[in-house]
Nanobody
């Protein structure tokens, strides 16, 4: 079955940067359109960015200019590069296919201190 494993989160000061990784197994990753989402404490899971199988990118307006998305099909991995981080970026970050696989990963916690 499909497994999704996010990593790369942590505690960072405002203005800092992080790169999140999402490794997928059990799917033909190179043909999957992929997306990143985040869930703030007490909130719903919100779309952040997507990258198609051909590399076309869409970045949500809330993070445009600060976040970017990339993928490496050779290692079944999608990345989220985050810079100029703000305390409001604090959330658990998830990735999944569009449409979602039948499972979600555990996510990776990003905490931005002011």
């Amino acid at each position: 079955q499909v497994q999704v494993v996010e990593s790369g989160g942590g505690l960072v000061q405002a203005g800092g940067s992080l790169r999140l990784s999402c490794v997928v197994s059990g799917s033909i990753f190179s043909t999957d359109d992929m997306a990143w989402y985040r869930q703030r404490p007490g909130g719903q899971r919100d779309f952040i960015a997507r990258i198609s199988s051909s590399g076309f990118r869409v970045i949500d307006a809330s993070v445009k200019g600060r976040f970017t998305v990339a993928r490496d099909n050779a290692v079944n991995t999608v990345y989220l590069q985050m810079s100029s981080l703000k305390p409001e970026d604090t959330a658990v970050y998830y990735c999944n296919r569009i449409p979602p696989y039948g499972t979600w990963g555990q996510g990776t916690q990003v905490t931005v201190s002011s």
